[in-house]
Every structure is written in C-alpha cells, then in structure tokens.
C-alpha cells in the first residue's frame, strides 16, 4: 500500500529549489507535508522552506535518480531536467507529475508546435528547422526561435533582415509566422492525477519592450466575456490534449480579429499566476500540490482584481543585492510584495514580484506602476 499522504512517513520531492519552488513550499509547510527539495547550491531560494535539502545537478540523470527514490511522489519547478531520469523512476513505480512524456513533448519548441498542429489546437504558422537557413524565402519580418534551452525570451529573436539570420546558433529551431497581436493572454488549467480540471480566469501580459520578459500581469484581462471565454476553452482543449498532471500554463495571442492562438505552455506554477496568492481564493502554489497529490482542486475564482509587478534586477547593477524604496511601497493600500531570496542581482533577473489588488483593474494597474517606478532592485 501507499504512503498515507497526511502522514509523518510521506514525502513529496520538488526538482529545482528557485522561487517557484520556494512558494509551493508555502503550501508544503502549511499542511507539514514532508518535503524534500534539489537544486545546485545551498543558496537557492527553495533551500530555507524544505524539510531536506539535496545539493545536486536535476541535469545530472545519477542525481535526479537517488533524488527520485527517497520520495513518494515527484514534482518539477523548471522543466530543463533530465527526462530519463524522470522516465526510469516512473517506471519503477514513482509517481512523477508531470510525466516524462508530458515534459518531453513540451520541452521542445519545435516538437510542443507539432503537438498543436496535430491536435487541431490553433497556433501561429511554422516551419522546423534542423539549423538557420540563412537563404530562406520566409517573408520578413519573421520569429526565430531555439527548439531548446530557451527561457524568458532569451531563444526568441525577432528577424527582420538576412543579417539578423547570421549569428544565430547552429542548432535546431522554428521559424514562426510574427504575430500582429492585440494582446498577450494566459490562462493556468488545474488538472490533478483522477482528471479533475480547472482553469483560472484569463489574464493579460504586459511584457517590458526591450528585455522581452513579462511586466505586468492583470486579471481579469480587460476582454470580452466572449473572447475570455474562447481562451479558457482552448487552453481547456491544450489541457485535455496532453493529460497532464499539475498546473498547465497556456500562453495565448489574441489577434487583431479576436482569434486566440496558443503561443506556448510552461508545466508548471507560472508567472502569470503569482496575483493568486493575493487575488484567488486558493492559490496556484497550492493548487499545483492539490494535483499533484491527487487532493480535489481548489476553487479558481478570483475575490479581487489583481495586478502583479516583477521585481527584475537593475539594468546597470551586477552584486550583492538591495531593494530600495520598499518602505515606501509598503505605506501603498492592498500592496504585497514577494522576495525570493537571491542573494545576487543581475539586469532583468528575477528577483521578487508585488501583487497590487483593488476592486477596480485600472486603480491597481496605476498603482502598480507606481510601485515599478518607486522600488529598485540594485547592487550594494
Ligand atoms: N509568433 C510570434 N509573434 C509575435 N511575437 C511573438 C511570437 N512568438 C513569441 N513572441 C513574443 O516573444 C515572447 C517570448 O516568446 P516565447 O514565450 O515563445 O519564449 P520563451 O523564451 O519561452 O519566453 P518565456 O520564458 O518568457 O515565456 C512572447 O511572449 C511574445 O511577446
Ligand atoms: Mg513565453
């Protein structure tokens, strides 16, 4: 028989110990489900909130495998991790959420699209290159895009000449239809390990023009109910069409004539639903440790509009960090912020978020730009 799950012999794994982690330990520590955490140095966020911390590689497949075997059942913060690993403990009885497969066909950008084309789930046209074609006859301007080792628009590159073809990488990737879009949506889809799902209400990403990572988060997305509608029952169809297990996050276009297109998912809590902590009556965090554990989900709705703030790192400050003006910030009405516990900022590394809520979107989405503007994430 199994572990009970509200037991002292229980323990739930987490690979990769960054701030995705560290707020699923939230969850973790609030029920004291026993948890053990890996990641490669001790200074990672996850590191404080764990009942077991491992040093270790989630790479390195020897790692992830005597990782995997001290623990119940297995989860993931980051999907750049040894599959196999994931595979072979899966195959000898370990339940891992999400599965290999799961995380294989998403890991790939050139292999996620061909999922969409051959599921009918709508996405921007695309062709798969094995490296750059520097001769191509794709009209210009066009996406390029890494099929792997990409994250936070680093394996994205907008091409709008031959020139801007020549210093790519020699590796795989997608060339993509550039989308003329009105907005950028999301919608987080809840599915646990019996197949009960859910979605959150749709939001809106407003992304930072030159670092290309999102600024603001906003929800409800300022949208039709029709259009709002249509985006959760795709990012429903992406859901079903992978069975996954734990949070699904469906990044979305919506075109200038009102199409929704699927840009990409991510497996797992996501940055366009960190206002849940504040904003919903049961938080992506533990919503993701609900399906995992195979718990039933909790309810989705929001209580409040929510405007979430990322706190990236100066663009002009590499070192030790601070986080200047948070007085200020904290004398601001409905005004939460996150520090995830980096020890060194970098320009535009993620180094925390402030949740902004109000019963009015546009008075929070003011007052968060108010807290972009006062609080500075700097070197000492
Ligand atoms: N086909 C497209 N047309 C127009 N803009 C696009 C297209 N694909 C991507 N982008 C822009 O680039 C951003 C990053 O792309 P994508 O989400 O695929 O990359 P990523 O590296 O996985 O980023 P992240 O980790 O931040 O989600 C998108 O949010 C969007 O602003
Ligand atoms: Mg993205």
């Known amino acids: 028989m199994s572990t009970p799950l509200f037991s002292s012999a229980f323990t739930l794994g987490i690979l990769g110990g960054g701030q995705l982690g560290k707020m699923m330990l939230y969850t973790t520590r ?32 020897e790692a992830v495998m005597e990782f995997g075997q001290q623990v119940d059942i297995l989860t993931i913060e980051i999907e750049n991790i040894n599959v196999q690993a994931l595979q072979d403990l899966e195959d000898q009885g370990i339940a891992v959420s999400p599965s290999a497969r799961v995380l294989n066909l998403i890991r790939n950008k050139a292999r996620q699209k061909s999922f969409y084309q051959e599921n009918g789930i709508p996405t921007a046209s695309f062709e798969i290159l094995q490296q750059p074609d520097l001769n191509t006859n794709r009209e210009f301007p066009f996406i390029w895009k890494s099929a792997e080792g990409g994250y936070d628009g680093k394996g994205v590159k907008v091409i709008r000449s031959q020139e801007d073809l020549a210093d790519l990488p020699q590796q795989e990737c997608i060339y993509e239809d550039m989308i003329d879009f009105e907005l950028e949506l999301a919608v987080i889809v809840a599915r646990n390990t019996s197949g009960e799902i859910k979605t959150y209400p749709v939001v809106e990403m407003e992304f930072h023009p030159e670092a290309n990572q999102v600024e603001y988060v906003i929800c409800p997305a300022r949208i039709d109910d029709a259009i709002a509608d249509k985006a959760r029952a795709i990012a429903l169809q992406v859901s079903e069409a992978y069975e996954h297990v734990g949070l699904l996050a469906v990044e979305l276009f919506l075109t200038k004539d009102g199409d929704i297109l699927v840009n990409e998912v991510a497996p797992r809590p996501h940055n366009s639903g960190h206002y849940t902590i504040e904003g919903s009556v049961t938080d992506q965090f533990e919503q993701h440790v609900r399906c995992v554990l195979d718990l039933p989900l909790g309810n989705t709705d929001s209580t409040i509009g929510a405007v979430m703030v990322n706190l990236v790192g100066d663009e002009h400050h590499t070192g030790n960090v601070i986080y200047d003006g948070m007085n200020d910030i904290l004398q601001l009405s409905g005004v939460t912020p996150h520090i995830y516990g980096k020890a060194q900022t970098r320009p535009f590394r993620k180094m925390g978020h402030v949740t902004v809520v109000d019963q009015d979107i546009n008075a929070a989405r003011k007052r968060a730009e108010l807290v972009k503007n006062t609080i500075k994430v700097v070197a000492q």
Do not use: H, L, S
Request: one cysteine or more; a negative charge; hydrophobic letters at 40%.
């Open 30 to 61: 609030k029920w004291d489900i026993g948890t053990f955490v890996m990641d490669k140095t001790e200074d990672a966020p996850a590191f404080q909130g764990c009942d077991v911390f491992f040093e270790g590689d989630i790479m390195d497949y």
